[in-house]
């Protein structure tokens, strides 16, 4: 057992580039234009694997584990300062949305003092990472999820630090994502609009440099600031990337582009519902857990709008409708002028995004149950696992599909 944990740590650390996407192989146009901003992940793995299983084989030689009553205040001091970070990052995307020098000024004044508050939660991290690891291993073992009494393989592992950030291309006459390379966290709004317009000008592209909820590497990065419930279920969702890896779905996630909106999506629809499931074992167990007062997303909801007239999601679902028509007339340049316009329409109404274009759209619609999606297959997990009899049946059984086609006919199936 112990060899066969070794070599799928291995393998993790070997493929790690394949899983992030088909492209960072080798140099293409975005990576070109995105050069001196590159992620080095790489270094990422060997520095953070070294560092988590150190901490592992510290706590394990030492008998450095806390009590249930000690995970508990843990999590909350996590929460106090993630809530510091979540409202740091919600007004820098404001003073990134205007492009006068006051806001500005405050922009690169909050990505300092972020810095910082950064830095200071590291500090708990390994405690956290943990606790979240086991509460998420505990609701997979009871779903018959494990391989042998209570081992999970591949384990869920986590690393919250800076998450880097994507760069998404599409073509500008239709929405499709054609690259993904993964930049630095640091980088400035000035240099993601720098490598924009260079893939713009030179390259004919639509480019997006956006925030991202996690990476599939091994550890899984996830950002220091979301709330609890959110951090629970999205490290879950980049466990399912690594569970369906060794899967045909997983093995199939490039094939093309419904493939990888189905793995999204099964990663999406399952994540949640373990990280609901471990949320409700705390509460019920301590009273309701501490939430952050937001989760932000650049291009989804940086924060609620307390308008009711006002619907965020069928606003993006008009507005994406509408570039594909004009996109399948040929008109891009009105299309283009039309998602800017767009753009300053949602920043009025509290929802403040930095760039519409067709690689946000080509990003977003990646995950059928976004409003920028226009894929069926949102519902169609929905109802796949309604039908089946337990999450840990619909992880295996959606697992074993290879194409699109083929989970159309087990899902036709489990409605007769």
Request: contains cysteine; charged residues 25%.
């Given at each position: 057992?112990r060899?066969?944990?070794?070599?799928?740590?291995?393998?993790?650390?070997?493929?790690?580039?394949?899983?992030?996407?088909?492209?960072?192989?080798?140099?293409?146009?975005?990576?070109?234009?995105?050069?001196?901003?590159?992620?080095?992940?790489?270094?990422f793995?060997?520095?953070?694997?070294?560092?988590?299983?150190?901490?592992?084989?510290?706590?394990?030689i030492?008998?450095?584990?806390?009590?249930?009553?000690?995970?508990?205040?843990?999590?909350?001091?996590y929460?106090?300062?993630?809530?510091?970070?979540?409202?740091?990052?919600?007004?820098?995307?404001?003073?990134?949305?205007?492009?006068?020098?006051k806001?500005?000024?405050?922009?690169?004044?909050?990505?300092?003092?972020?810095?910082?508050?950064?830095?200071?939660?590291?500090?708990?991290?390994?405690?956290?990472?943990?606790?979240?690891e086991?509460?998420?291993?505990?609701?997979?073992?009871?779903?018959?999820?494990?391989?042998?009494?209570?081992?999970?393989?591949?384990?869920?592992?986590?690393?919250?630090?800076?998450?880097?950030?994507?760069?998404?291309?599409?073509p500008?006459?239709?929405?499709?994502?054609?690259?993904?390379?993964?930049?630095?966290?640091g980088?400035?709004?000035?240099?993601?609009?720098?490598?924009?317009?260079?893939?713009?000008?030179?390259?004919?592209?639509?480019?997006?440099?956006?925030?991202?909820?996690?990476?599939?590497?091994?550890p899984?990065?996830?950002?220091?600031?979301?709330?609890?419930?959110?951090?629970?279920?999205?490290?879950?969702?980049?466990?399912?990337?690594?569970?369906?890896?060794?899967?045909?779905?997983?093995?199939?996630?490039?094939?093309?582009?419904?493939?990888?909106?189905l793995?999204?999506?099964?990663?999406?629809?399952?994540?949640?519902e373990?990280?609901?499931?471990?949320?409700?074992?705390?509460?019920?167990?301590?009273?309701?857990?501490?939430?952050?007062?937001?989760?932000?997303?650049?291009?989804?909801?940086?924060?609620?709008?307390?308008?009711?007239?006002?619907?965020?999601?069928?606003?993006?679902?008009?507005?994406?409708?509408?570039?594909?028509?004009?996109?399948?007339?040929?008109?891009?340049?009105?299309?283009?002028?039309?998602?800017?316009?767009?753009?300053?329409?949602?920043?009025q109404?509290g929802?403040n995004?930095?760039?519409?274009?067709?690689?946000?759209?080509?990003?977003?619609?990646?995950?059928?149950?976004?409003?920028?999606?226009?894929?069926?297959?949102?519902?169609?997990?929905?109802t796949?696992?309604?039908?089946?009899?337990?999450?840990?049946?619909?992880?295996?059984?959606?697992g074993?599909?290879?194409?699109?086609?083929q989970?159309?006919?087990?899902?036709?199936?489990?409605?007769?």
């Amino acid at each position: 057992m112990r060899k066969l944990t070794a070599r799928i740590l291995l393998i993790f650390i070997l493929l790690s580039w394949v899983f992030i996407s088909k492209d960072t192989l080798y140099l293409n146009v975005a990576q070109k234009a995105a050069t001196p901003y590159l992620y080095d992940l790489f270094g990422f793995e060997m520095s953070n694997l070294h560092s988590k299983w150190v901490h592992k084989l510290r706590a394990l030689i030492f008998n450095e584990h806390l009590s249930y009553n000690e995970k508990v205040c843990t999590l909350k001091s996590y929460v106090d300062i993630v809530t510091n970070i979540s409202e740091i990052k919600i007004d820098i995307a404001v003073a990134a949305s205007h492009d006068d020098v006051k806001s500005k000024a405050i922009r690169l004044r909050l990505e300092s003092e972020l810095t910082s508050i950064l830095n200071e939660s590291e500090q708990l991290r390994d405690e956290v990472e943990e606790i979240v690891e086991g509460l998420i291993s505990e609701v997979l073992v009871s779903e018959n999820l494990d391989v042998w009494k209570g081992i999970v393989l591949p384990p869920v592992d986590i690393r919250l630090t800076q998450t880097p950030k994507l760069l998404v291309t599409s073509p500008r006459e239709k929405i499709l994502r054609t690259h993904d390379v993964l930049i630095i966290p640091g980088i400035t709004i000035e240099q993601r609009e720098l490598i924009e317009n260079k893939l713009f000008s030179e390259s004919n592209l639509s480019g997006l440099v956006t925030d991202i909820g996690g990476v599939a590497t091994f550890p899984a990065v996830l950002p220091l600031n979301q709330s609890l419930r959110w951090t629970i279920q999205t490290a879950a969702h980049e466990w399912l990337h690594h569970y369906l890896f060794f899967h045909p779905l997983g093995q199939q996630i490039f094939s093309n582009s419904e493939m990888q909106t189905l793995n999204e999506t099964v990663a999406d629809l399952s994540g949640r519902e373990i990280g609901d499931r471990v949320m409700a074992l705390l509460e019920k167990s301590v009273g309701s857990m501490p939430q952050t007062c937001t989760d932000f997303h650049e291009g989804e909801l940086p924060y609620a709008n307390n308008d009711s007239s006002f619907s965020f999601n069928q606003e993006m679902h008009e507005t994406r409708l509408k570039v594909d028509n004009l996109l399948a007339e040929g008109k891009i340049r009105e299309a283009e002028n039309y998602m800017d316009e767009r753009r300053v329409f949602f920043n009025q109404n509290g929802f403040n995004i930095r760039k519409i274009n067709q690689a946000y759209f080509a990003f977003l619609g990646t995950y059928a149950e976004n409003p920028a999606s226009v894929s069926p297959i949102g519902p169609q997990v929905k109802t796949f696992r309604e039908l089946t009899p337990s999450l840990g049946a619909f992880i295996e059984e959606i697992g074993s599909v290879s194409t699109y086609s083929q989970f159309i006919e087990k899902l036709d199936k489990l409605k007769k």
